[in-house]
């Protein structure tokens, strides 16, 4: 992953998984209006806030153990610091950052390669990758197969090892890969790498894409979970472990409190004063 940037695990995610979030998310797939915009080609059908739409998406997908350890290792921030006296260690999980689903159609156009870092901002500098510094992303993004996805049908074009590229350097379509991958297939790579979805030349094949992000515990999050997905449709689904995961949790120290205490305290009306993290 340092090395390239990204990666591709095969068969990790069930058939079982998969049709079960098919299930879930096809109505809003076929519901969903055609895109006006320059970013994604009109073909594309997309759903997002998948929180409080697929349960086994958020805990099969966003859940499962290996994408969370990647997400854990390269993503956690750790920070000491003085109060008073007192060397404090703080440490800030990494949290969820997007979910979306990409359904992209034939005769889809090839989306722009990009780096998915510029959101917040960030700006990478030119290293040999015997400098990269675990923790110097701000992002990884997670790609899973729903159906075959090739070179015809729109795979996501992907140059290894531009996450050590600087800042202003711009992409070159010639260096591009392409991520094929088989359905439960997944694609892992840093934020800062260029990346695009490519153009779908078949006449009648459906490139279904599940995806989401991880980002760090302290930035804000590119999709706003609180609104995109209903606290009544995720309390009591979800463990206190996923709903932190997803953002009701504190960065650690004091980050994101409620009235001097825990989002989940302040949402589920527990008055006591708790540990904030």
Same mark, same amino acid.
């Given at each position: 992953?340092?090395?390239?940037?990204?990666?591709i695990?095969?068969?990790?995610? &069930?058939?079982?998984i998969? %049709?079960?979030i098919?299930?879930?998310?096809? =109505?809003?797939?076929? %519901?969903?209006?055609?895109?006006?915009? &320059?970013?994604?080609p009109?073909?594309?059908?997309?759903? $997002?806030?998948?929180?409080?739409?697929?349960?086994?998406?958020?805990?099969?997908?966003?859940?499962?153990?290996?994408?969370?350890?990647?997400?854990?290792? #390269?993503?956690?921030?750790?920070?000491? $610091?003085?109060? /008073?006296?007192k060397?404090?260690?703080? *440490?800030?999980?990494?949290?969820?950052?997007? &979910?979306i689903?990409?359904? *992209? /159609?034939p005769?889809?156009?090839?989306?722009g390669?990009?780096?998915?870092?510029?959101?917040?901002?960030?700006?990478?500098?030119?290293?040999?990758?015997?400098?990269?510094k675990?923790?110097?992303?701000?992002?990884?993004g997670?790609?899973?197969?729903?159906?075959?996805s %090739?070179?015809e049908?729109?795979? &996501?074009?992907?140059? =290894?090892?531009?996450?050590?590229?600087?800042?202003? %350097? =711009? =992409?070159?379509?010639?260096?591009?890969?392409?991520?094929e991958?088989?359905?439960?297939?997944?694609f892992?790579?840093?934020?800062? $790498?260029?990346h695009?979805?490519?153009?779908?030349?078949?006449?009648?094949?459906?490139?279904?894409?599940?995806?989401f992000?991880?980002?760090?515990?302290?930035?804000?999050?590119?999709?706003?979970?609180?609104?995109?997905s209903?606290?009544?449709?995720?309390? +009591?689904?979800y463990?206190?472990?996923?709903l932190?995961?997803?953002?009701?949790? #504190?960065?650690?120290?004091? #980050? +994101?409190?409620?009235?001097?205490?825990?989002? #989940?305290?302040?949402?589920?009306?527990?008055?006591?004063?708790?540990?904030?993290?």
């Amino acid at each position: 992953m340092i090395k390239a940037g990204g990666v591709i695990l095969r068969h990790a995610i &069930t058939p079982e998984i998969l %049709t079960r979030i098919e299930h879930d998310t096809r =109505p809003y797939i076929q %519901t969903d209006t055609e895109w006006t915009g &320059t970013f994604f080609p009109k073909e594309t059908r997309r759903v $997002c806030g998948l929180a409080g739409k697929s349960q086994p998406f958020i805990e099969g997908i966003v859940g499962n153990a290996i994408f969370q350890s990647i997400s854990d290792i #390269l993503l956690t921030s750790k920070l000491g $610091c003085w109060i /008073g006296e007192k060397w404090e260690e703080h *440490v800030s999980p990494p949290q969820l950052n997007n &979910t979306i689903i990409f359904s *992209v /159609g034939p005769g889809a156009r090839a989306q722009g390669l990009h780096r998915d870092d510029m959101i917040h901002h960030n700006k990478p500098r030119s290293i040999p990758v015997e400098e990269y510094k675990v923790g110097q992303d701000v992002g990884v993004g997670f790609f899973v197969a729903a159906s075959r996805s %090739t070179k015809e049908n729109g795979a &996501t074009r992907f140059i =290894p090892g531009s996450h050590l590229w600087a800042h202003e %350097t =711009p =992409p070159v379509e010639g260096l591009a890969v392409h991520a094929e991958l088989e359905p439960g297939d997944m694609f892992v790579f840093f934020s800062s $790498c260029y990346h695009g979805g490519s153009a779908n030349w078949t006449k009648d094949q459906e490139r279904l894409l599940y995806s989401f992000f991880m980002t760090k515990g302290f930035l804000r999050q590119e999709e706003n979970q609180y609104l995109a997905s209903r606290w009544e449709d995720v309390k +009591g689904v979800y463990d206190d472990g996923m709903l932190k995961t997803m953002g009701y949790g #504190l960065s650690a120290p004091f #980050l +994101g409190w409620v009235d001097l205490r825990s989002p #989940l305290n302040s949402l589920r009306g527990e008055t006591e004063l708790k540990d904030l993290y």
